[in-house]
């Protein structure tokens, strides 16, 4: 388990694998790519692809199951809405792959993040 309070959140059970792929910064393919083979912990042959990456997924470590904890997509997702609707596509079908080995959420925030002043 990552050593992250997102991730401790969720507690630790004897061999499930928590993980957090923060997502801050990304505003490209090739970063998401990156960020994902640094957070995840993806082998060197990782192909830094839609299909290599769907490939990893499901080959996580972790004899509980795997835990992926997205935060801070949203810039990302403003950035390149068709680049992401894709990962959440590669996302999905690992998830529906992999039932009850593998789950990815989508933080919406947290109390550490600083709040954007309304305009108003």
Do not use: V
């Given at each position: 388990m990552r050593n992250d309070?997102?991730?401790?959140l969720f507690g630790a059970t004897p061999g499930r694998?928590?993980?957090v792929l923060d997502l801050h910064g990304v505003t490209d393919k090739k970063t998401f790519m990156e960020r994902c083979a640094g957070d995840l912990g993806l082998p060197a042959w990782f192909g830094r692809n839609w299909d290599a990456l769907a490939d990893c997924l499901t080959d996580l470590p972790g004899e509980e199951g795997t835990l992926v904890l997205v935060c801070r997509w949203q810039g990302y997702a403003?950035?390149?809405p068709g680049e992401w609707a894709i990962a959440q596509e590669v996302f999905t079908h690992a998830v529906e792959t992999m039932p009850g080995q593998l789950a990815v959420l989508l933080t919406l925030g947290g109390s550490d993040e600083r709040a954007t002043p309304s305009a108003g």
């Open positions: 309070p997102l991730a401790a694998n928590i993980t403003a950035a390149r």
